[in-house]
Nanobody
Framework: QVQLVESGGGLVQAGGSLRLSCAAS????????MAWYRQAPGKQRELVAA???????TYADSVKGRFTISRDNAKNTVYLQMNSLKHEDTAVYYC?????????????WGQGTQVTVSS
């Protein structure tokens, strides 16, 4: 089992910045990638950014150049630095950990943290 605890959400004005954190604990040795997803009201959950255990990153087109995902392996924590925030970035942000092991793969999810960007 892996537990994910998110923090850092809140209310910010358009153009501002926030940093989200996701601390992982438990069977973290099985994790091969971590990511941030978001879900706005009435919309499907979408991938925002991901980072592999090797450090490779990927971003949604809508956040490229504004958001940066990073990880601190010593702290088992993944961060999402969000700059130049827009009203359309308003959503609940979820931390995700993808794991693989002999016999299967799967995902763990955090509880979500609300990000609200006022226009």
């Amino acid at each position: 089992q892996v537990q994910l605890v998110e923090s850092g959400g809140g209310l910010v004005q358009a153009g501002g910045s926030l940093r989200l954190s996701c601390a992982a604990s438990g069977s973290i040795f099985s994790i091969n990638a971590m990511a941030w997803y978001r879900q706005a009201p009435g919309k499907q959950r979408e991938l925002v950014a991901a980072i592999t255990s090797g450090g490779s990153t990927t971003y949604a087109d809508s956040v490229k150049g504004r958001f940066t995902i990073s990880r601190d392996n010593a702290k088992n924590t993944v961060y999402l630095q969000m700059n130049s925030l827009k009203h359309e970035d308003t959503a609940v942000y979820y931390c995700n950990a993808h794991w693989s092991a002999v016999g299967g793969t799967g995902n763990y999810w955090g509880q979500g943290t609300q990000v609200t960007v006022s226009s």
